[in-house]
């Protein structure tokens, strides 16, 4: 059986859980959080979450993660046939992760552990992050999903992404991120009804307390 190490409040552990979900394949949940003890290291040369263990060994990397789960060739795919599609699916997941994502978690600091960061970041992050969204509105397809009429791997970034980008908006920038984008906001309460998001959530509410734990352990907050 599938393995999959991690927690339940990183993004992208939970892009990995939503795919595992949605698929319909049985898989075991190890907590673990980021670390550079030897023995994770061993599995995830980073010290990163998410890792996903098969029969053959571990993987790392959420994108390597999707990736091997499509090959498998089980349940729903997440990526459409034809090449051309994939690729366009491809285009939007890497899209929001270097230029949504990225910029929004270089301000996660001070949005959500009460750290101040460097005026100067905060202005790129800033930039960044604007431009990464007017840029989505161009290149999504959003009907309804983010690359068409299915659910593909680009919703599984954009549902674990934009929000935590807008609430970075929000608490650091004073902005509402979204208020112009409703196909987003639309798409985002499809998502809030779907029973493995729900458990996804319920699951992260669960963990938030153990996590911020951790995390005042790690910093001495």
């Known amino acids: 059986m599938l393995r999959l190490h991690g ?30 003890d030897e023995a994770f290291l061993a599995i995830s040369p980073r010290g990163k979450v998410p890792v996903l263990q098969c029969e ?3 993987i790392s990397e ?24 994939q690729a ?4 939007l997941a890497k899209h929001i992760e270097l230029y949504i994502e990225l910029p929004a978690r270089a301000c996660y600091a001070q949005a959500f552990f009460g750290q101040q960061v460097d005026p100067a970041i905060q202005a790129k992050s800033r930039e960044e992050l604007l431009a990464g969204i007017d840029s989505l509105k161009r290149l999504g397809r959003f009907s309804p999903y983010v690359a068409g009429d299915s659910l593909s791997l680009a919703d599984l970034y954009f549902l674990y992404s934009l929000d935590l980008a807008a609430a970075v908006a929000h608490k ?15 798409l985002l309460g499809r998502f809030a009804e779907n029973p493995n998001v729900q458990r996804i959530a319920a699951d992260k509410d669960a963990l938030m307390g153990p996590f911020l734990a951790h995390m005042k352990a790690r910093f001495g907050n």
């Open 172 to 186: 650091v920038f004073a902005i509402d991120l979204l208020g112009d984008f409703p196909k987003a906001q639309a």
């Open 62 to 85: 959420t994108s390597a993660i999707l990736e091997y789960l499509e090959a498998l060739g089980q349940g729903p795919a997440l990526l459409p046939s034809g090449a051309y599609e």
């Open 7 to 36: 927690f339940g409040v990183s993004n992208y552990y939970n892009m990995v859980k939503l795919a595992l979900l949605e698929k319909g394949l049985p898989f075991e949940e190890v907590q673990v959080f980021t670390s550079r």
């Open 88 to 91: 366009r699916v491809r285009e």
């Open 56 to 58: 053959q060994g571990y």
